[in-house]
């Protein structure tokens, strides 16, 4: 079930119809369900998404999961935790468009995800040539996966010591286009992408580490 029924909400309905889902889309605007396409076979039900009767006609009964991309914070998240307390549904997401707000709603229980941050990130994995950008933080800030650039030093180094001397977790590595899963023999090679999870107020740190020459110990 989609609650909102713009850019995102349409996509993600188009999506997960095209993946045999079946789908029903809320919005309190029944011009919005002009985005759907003109085969979609999901319900368009029109009224306020954390209105008990709305939800009601739309299924959330038998709802296996509740997303939340409406244009509103506030009424994202009420309505997730509608979904959530008052009908039992388990996988519930919700879109913010205020990262501040995304540690309060953590403690909730909601998993969100903030655009703006999200956007952001994004567009500084571009335009920065070096050091690390998350592609994703965790909602309350303290975790993130990043991609992060090595020394040419690094090449031929095992991923077991690049976490050992960073303290981080290597997440994967994209060789080729490819993701690749580090094993105890894997060795970063020459035009490796190399993704670190760790803890983002260490992100400096590691950064430093991995772009000076390892020493003769670490490599």
Not at 42 to 55: K, P
Not at 167 to 186: C, H, I, W, Y
């Amino acid at each position: 079930m989609i609650m909102g029924c713009g850019r995102v909400g349409s996509t993600l309905a188009h999506i997960l119809e095209d993946n045999g889902h079946s789908v029903a889309v809320i919005d309190r605007d029944p011009q919005a369900f002009r985005r759907l396409r003109a085969g979609f076979r999901g319900r368009r039900v029109t009224g306020i998404g954390f209105d008990r009767d709305v939800l009601e006609e739309a299924g959330i009964a038998s709802a296996a999961a509740f997303v939340a991309v409406s244009s509103g914070d506030n009424s994202n998240i009420i309505s997730a935790r509608v979904a959530r307390e008052m009908f039992g549904v388990d996988n519930v997401v919700a879109r913010i468009y205020d990262p501040r707000r995304a540690e309060v709603y953590q403690r909730l229980g909601i998993p969100t995800v903030a655009t703006v941050r999200w956007t952001a990130d994004q567009i500084l994995r571009r335009v920065l040539p070096e050091g690390a950008e998350p592609l994703w933080r965790d909602p309350t800030g303290t975790v993130v996966l990043a991609e992060v650039a090595f020394h040419q030093g690094w090449i031929g180094t095992r991923a077991r010591v690049i976490e050992d001397v960073t303290g981080a977790r290597v997440a994967f590595v994209n060789r080729m286009g490819e993701a690749l899963v580090p094993k105890d023999a894997t060795v970063l090679q020459e035009g490796d992408l190399l993704h670190l999870v760790a803890a983002e107020n260490d992100m400096d740190r590691i950064n430093k580490v991995l772009s000076a020459p390892p020493s003769d110990e670490e490599h």
